[in-house]
């Protein structure tokens, strides 16, 4: 605690339904960022900050997912970390310089709202754009992960974050390989979305994205 002690905005997403591996390395991700300060005009770096999502840093394989198949590889789970950063810098009023979606739209977040990140290529960056540095408090409490800004004064306002759905494709079952026995999930099936997502402080409405995600058919074999 201190004069910083102020909290000025914060986000949380559901670690529910995650593996162990996707929610040990989320939340390793979320320690790296736990009391990092961004300067007024400076531009944080998700990756530059919590470096290489490998094994030596203490991260595991768990499932990613390529294409809609999931695949174990090192660091599964570390984009729900900097999916919660995102959304918590939104409300912040951040400015966006570099975020990137996911193929597909991810369940722990809402379309529009995630930000992939994979070292060293793909990464979430802002800027503070205020005359006072800017403090990141992490923390997972029970099943979520917790980021909160926080500052030494209160932020000019709260802005509201719209996300817009223009279009919704829901997922429909095949079958694949005929024949008798249990069939089990080859892909498990994701609805495909057109979303904007708008940022309004006061009578300022900045549109933050538009992301189209392909639908993804469920697909059941034997």
Same mark, same amino acid.
């Given at each position: 605690?201190?004069?910083?002690? @102020?909290? $000025?905005?914060?986000?949380? +997403?559901?670690?529910?339904?995650?593996?162990?591996?996707?929610?040990?390395?989320?939340?390793?991700?979320?320690?790296?960022?736990?009391?990092?300060?961004?300067?007024? &005009?400076?531009?944080?770096? =998700?990756?530059? @900050?919590?470096?290489? =999502?490998? @094994?030596?840093?203490?991260?595991?394989?768990?499932?990613?997912?390529?294409?809609?198949?999931? !695949?174990?590889?090192?660091? &599964?789970?570390?984009?729900?970390?900097?999916?919660?950063?995102?959304?918590?810098? %939104? %409300?912040?009023?951040?400015?966006?310089?570099?975020?990137?979606?996911?193929?597909? $739209?991810? &369940?722990? /977040?809402? *379309?529009?709202?995630?930000? $992939?990140?994979?070292?060293?290529?793909?990464?979430?960056?802002?800027?503070?754009?205020?005359?006072?540095?800017?403090? %990141?408090?992490?923390? /997972?409490?029970?099943?979520?992960? !917790?980021?909160?800004?926080? $500052?030494?004064?209160?932020?000019?306002?709260?802005?509201?974050?719209?996300?817009?759905?223009?279009?919704?494709?829901? *997922?429909?079952?095949?079958?694949?390989?005929?024949?008798?026995?249990?069939?089990?999930?080859?892909?498990?099936?994701?609805?495909? =979305?057109?979303?904007?997502?708008?940022?309004?402080?006061?009578?300022?409405?900045?549109?933050?994205?538009?992301? +189209?995600?392909?639908?993804?058919?469920?697909?059941?074999?034997?």
């Amino acid at each position: 605690s201190g004069p910083e002690d @102020r909290a $000025a905005a914060s986000f949380a +997403t559901s670690l529910a339904g995650r593996t162990p591996g996707q929610r040990h390395n989320a939340e390793l991700a979320l320690k790296r960022l736990n009391r990092a300060t961004v300067k007024p &005009g400076e531009t944080f770096s =998700f990756n530059k @900050r919590v470096g290489t =999502f490998s @094994r030596d840093q203490g991260y595991r394989r768990a499932p990613v997912s390529y294409d809609g198949q999931l !695949i174990d590889d090192w660091g &599964g789970g570390v984009c729900q970390s900097s999916t919660t950063l995102y959304n918590a810098a %939104l %409300l912040a009023g951040m400015t966006i310089v570099e975020r990137n979606h996911h193929r597909f $739209a991810p &369940g722990y /977040v809402g *379309p529009g709202r995630d930000a $992939a990140v994979a070292y060293s290529s793909i990464d979430l960056r802002f800027t503070n754009p205020y005359a006072f540095p800017v403090r %990141l408090a992490t923390r /997972v409490s029970g099943a979520c992960l !917790i980021v909160e800004f926080r $500052a030494e004064q209160a932020l000019p306002a709260t802005p509201r974050i719209i996300t817009e759905v223009r279009d919704l494709v829901h *997922p429909r079952s095949f079958l694949v390989d005929e024949g008798e026995g249990p069939r089990r999930v080859r892909t498990s099936g994701k609805s495909g =979305f057109d979303v904007t997502v708008v940022r309004i402080e006061g009578d300022r409405r900045e549109e933050i994205s538009h992301d +189209t995600y392909p639908v993804m058919n469920r697909v059941l074999g034997l």
